[in-house]
C-alpha cells in the first residue's frame, strides 16, 4: 500500500496516550488524502532545519567560500541539515495515518472529527457510550477486512462503514445533553425535567444499541462462513497433500532393496566359508537359561 493511498476504514494509530482504533471519513477522497501527505510533507521539510540549511548553503555558494576548508564545511553542514529535514519531512508524510505522538498538534487532529474518530474520543460521554463506540469501530474494521468480501455485497462495508461514522458523529453531539442530564440529576427540584432528558437519552442510546446489534448480526454471518471457506480450502488443500504423497511413493525403491540381505548373505556366508572365520551369532545355538 503507497503512502498516498487513503487509510483502509478502520486503522490503528499511535497516541501520546496509547495504541487506538480510528476509524476515518468515509467521505475522505484519495485526491484529499494526497494532498494531506503532500501538505505534511513540505510543512515539515521547510522547517527551520531545512531553512537554515538552505540559507547556509545559498550564503556560502553566493560569496564562493565553498572552495575554502571551512566554506566547503559549511556546505557538507548544510547538505547533512537538508538531508535530515528531508527524512524527517519523509517519515511525517508517510506515518501521517499512524503517528500522532507529535510534540506539535498533527495536521489531521487540527479538525477533530473531519478526518476520523477514535475510541478515546469517546471516554467523556460514560463507560456504556465508550464501550459501544469502539465495538462499533472495530466490527466496521472486521467487516471490510473480512476474506469473504468477494461474496457479499461489495456496497456493503461502505454502507456499513457510513452509518457508523453518521451514528458515531451524531453520539458525539449528545455530550451537552448528557452534562445537561447529569445536572438535572443533582437538582432535586427538577426530577421531572431529569427523567424526561434521561428518558430521551436512553431512547439514543437504544437505537445505538440496535445498531450495533445489525452490526454484530453482519460479522457473525462473516465470521462463520470465514470458517466454511476455511474448511472448504484445508479439505482441498488435503486432498492435495495426498495426491503428492501418494505420487511421492517410494514403493518401487523399497522392493528395489528388499532383495539386497539376499544377496549381501550370499557374499557374506561364502566369504566366511572361504576364510573358515566361523560362524555367526545367529547361527550358534541359544544359550541355556540360567536356573
Known amino acids: 500500500m503507497s503512502l498516498l493511498d487513503k487509510p ?10 496509547g495504541h487506538d482504533s480510528m476509524l476515518w471519513n468515509p467521505a475522505l477522497t484519495t485526491r484529499r488524502w494526497r494532498g494531506l501527505v503532500k501538505r505534511a510533507f513540505f510543512t515539515r521539510f521547510f522547517s527551520t532545519r531545512s531553512v537554515a540549511g538552505l540559507l547556509i548553503l545559498a550564503v556560502v555558494v553566493g560569496t564562493g567560500a565553498a572552495e575554502t576548508l571551512g566554506g566547503a564545511l559549511a556546505v557538507v553542514g548544510a547538505i547533512a541539515l537538508l538531508l535530515s529535514g528531508l527524512c524527517d519531512a519523509g517519515i511525517t508524510a508517510a506515518c501521517l495515518a499512524t503517528d500522532h505522538q507529535h510534540r506539535h498538534l498533527c495536521l489531521l487532529e487540527r ?12 471516554l467523556h460521554l460514560g463507560p456504556a457510550a465508550h464501550r459501544t463506540a469502539g465495538l462499533l469501530i472495530d466490527l466496521t474494521g472486521e467487516l471490510h477486512a473480512t476474506a469473504t468480501r468477494d461474496w457479499i455485497d ?42 424526561t432528558t434521561a428518558a430521551a437519552i436512553a431512547e439514543f442510546d437504544g437505537l445505538l444499541d440496535e445498531l450495533l446489534f ?3 448480526g453482519c460479522v457473525t454471518l462473516t465470521r462463520e462462513w ?45 566369504a566366511r566359508d572361504l576364510t573358515g572365520a566361523g560362524r555367526f551369532p545367529w547361527e550358534l545355538p541359544a544359550a541355556e537359561p540360567t536356573p
Request: hydrophobic fraction near 50%; avoid cysteine; aromatic fraction near 8%.
Open 154 to 195: 461489495p456496497d456493503l462495508p461502505g454502507r456499513a462503514h457510513q452509518a457508523v461514522w453518521d451514528a458515531l458523529t451524531r453520539l458525539i453531539g449528545t455530550a451537552p445533553a448528557r452534562k445537561h442530564a447529569a445536572r438535572l440529576v443533582a437538582m432535586p427540584s427538577e426530577t421531572d425535567l431529569a427523567a
Open 214 to 216: 445489525h452490526l454484530q
Open 8 to 17: 483502509d476504514a478502520v486503522t490503528v494509530g499511535h497516541f501520546a496516550d
Open 111 to 122: 479538525f477533530p472529527g473531519e478526518f476520523f474518530l477514535r475510541t478515546a474520543d469517546f
Open 226 to 270: 470465514e470458517v466454511k471457506l476455511r474448511h472448504a480450502e484445508l479439505v482441498e488443500r488435503t486432498s492435495a497433500v495426498e495426491a503428492e504423497l501418494h505420487a511421492a511413493s517410494i514403493g518401487l525403491m523399497v522392493e528395489v532393496v528388499e532383495e539386497l540381505p539376499k544377496a549381501v548373505f550370499a557374499y557374506v556366508t561364502a
